[in-house]
T-cell receptor, first 116, second 114 residues
């Protein structure tokens, strides 16, 4: 139980293009989903928190117009990196918290983004 | 500002050689602490949640303990498949519509040599 998937697992794109990453909770409903990024040998840094049906809450320093988050259902959240640049290259990981169990977060396998 | 420090950064053990990983934290109002395992190129895998000092949890060869200042992840008789990066994270407060924030440490990279 408590499986979270991400798609795609890896993506390479040209600078200036937009990339959408999907995060799905496969066997539970998730009121809250989180998006993190992780640089090599660094800790996970929270980018934003999204609650189903409402606007995402972004952490300080994260541009909401660049990293668009949509949490349209209890099992799906998407992160769109708009006008991607090489400095956006990173490992993006989502997590989901089962409805009614707020504290525990289950993580997806991550998406490796490389912007050329 | 909440801080989470894990030590050591890297640990090499012989198969069967027990040891402990440390996670010390400086936070205001700890509500809970998580341990995760992360394999290279993968997302973190949930291991334990600890809520109060004195609490202990076990899973196979792993045992997590919590004090008011730190948490330990004890690994007993490790095997090569236990090799991974172990992350700890603390959560301190709820905000807005029931959401909350985790602060992660940088992790301890564990290598178990056959």
């Amino acid at each position: 139980g408590a499986v979270v998937s991400q798609h795609p697992s890896r993506v390479i794109c040209k600078s200036g293009t937009s990339v959408k990453i999907e995060c799905r909770s496969l066997d539970f409903q998730a009121t809250t989903m989180f998006w993190y990024r992780q640089f090599p040998k660094q800790s996970l840094m929270l980018m934003a928190t999204s609650n189903e049906g409402s606007k995402a809450t972004y952490e300080q320093g994260v541009e909401k117009d660049k990293f668009l988050i949509n949490h349209a259902s209890l099992t799906l959240s998407t992160l769109t990196v708009t006008s991607a640049h090489p400095e956006d290259s990173s490992f993006y990981i989502c997590s989901a918290s089962p409805s009614g169990v707020r504290e525990t977060q289950y993580f997806g396998p991550g998406t490796r983004l490389l912007v050329l | 500002e909440d801080q989470v420090t894990q030590s050591p950064e890297a640990l090499r053990l012989q198969e069967g050689e027990s040891s402990s990983l440390n996670c010390s934290y400086t936070v205001s109002g700890l509500r809970g602490l998580f341990w995760y395992r992360q394999d290279p190129g993968k997302g973190p895998e949930f291991l334990f949640t600890l809520y109060s000092a004195g609490e202990e949890k076990e899973k196979e060869r792993l045992k997590a303990t919590l004090t008011k200042k730190e948490s330990f992840l004890h690994i007993t008789a490790p095997k090569p498949e236990d090799s991974a990066t172990y992350l700890c994270a603390v959560f301190t407060s709820y905000s807005g519509a029931g959401s909350y924030q985790l602060t992660f440490g940088k992790g301890t990279k564990l290598s178990v040599i056959p």
